[in-house]
């Protein structure tokens, strides 16, 4: 049972174009949202953060999305860069639980 | 100078072997976790422990143990390893419960 799901395996974009990452949760109970990078042969970096107290957060070019009653969130990066390529993991959490899971991964390429 | 640090990186070896991997983290951060990502890509929490106890144990078969000597260092290891084993181990870190900071991954390869 995949709480956190991530239907788009892959994305292209143009350099300079808006980049959509999608990702759905089942699980009512999350309330903290993020979303890591993740490049070949290296460890997710985190990128981007959302609690459900809030519905947007901006962090230069990236934005996360957060629609609660869709059980939805997105994450947008304008403009795209071909440095953006890589793949994108959205993560969910209950506060305090310490656990958070993983959505399996939109891998981005931006192409120049 | 590397924040959560994981050693080896790469581990081929044969079934029924007993190996160990390592991991450390610089960031004094209070609790520290193992993940592993299948071929699929999932990326499954494994064990988490914070300040040495264990707070999180998912179904992993008891061939799987983790160690806490301290709360800077989470080692993992694996008795009788078996091909369905074969995976990228993460270990991460984490202060409270916002957000990790992942190590670069254990390609773990049984054959």
């Known amino acids: 049972d995949q709480q956190v799901k991530q239907n788009s395996p892959s994305l292209s974009v143009q350099e300079g174009r808006i980049s959509i990452l999608n990702c759905d949760y089942t699980?009512?109970?999350?309330?903290?949202f993020l979303w890591y990078k993740k490049y070949p042969a290296e460890g997710p970096t985190f990128l981007i953060s959302?609690?459900?107290?809030?519905d947007k957060n901006e962090d230069g070019r990236f934005t996360v999305f957060l629609n609660k009653s869709a059980k939805h969130l997105s994450l947008h990066i304008v403009p795209s860069q071909p440095g953006d390529s890589a793949v994108y993991f959205c993560?969910?959490?209950?506060?305090?639980?310490?656990?958070?899971?993983f959505g399996t991964g939109t891998r981005l390429k931006v192409l120049a | 100078d590397t924040a959560v640090s994981q050693t080896p990186k790469y581990l081929v070896t044969q079934m029924g072997n007993d190996k160990s991997i390592k991991c450390e983290q610089n960031l004094g951060h209070d609790t520290m976790y193992w993940y592993k990502q299948d071929s699929k890509k999932f990326l499954k929490i494994m064990f988490s422990y914070n300040n040495k106890e264990l707070i999180i144990n998912e179904t992993v078969p008891n061939r799987f143990s983790p160690k806490s000597p301290d709360k800077a260092h989470l080692n993992l290891h694996i008795n009788s390893l078996e091909l369905g084993d074969s995976a990228v181990y993460f270990c991460?870190?984490?202060?409270?419960?916002?957000?990790?900071?992942f190590g670069s991954g254990t390609r773990l390869t049984v054959v």
């Open positions: 959302i609690s459900s107290i809030k």
């Open positions: 993560a969910a959490s209950t506060s305090g639980t310490y656990k958070y899971i």
């Open positions: 699980n009512s109970m999350f309330d903290y």
């Open positions: 991460a870190s984490s202060q409270a419960a916002y957000g990790y900071t």
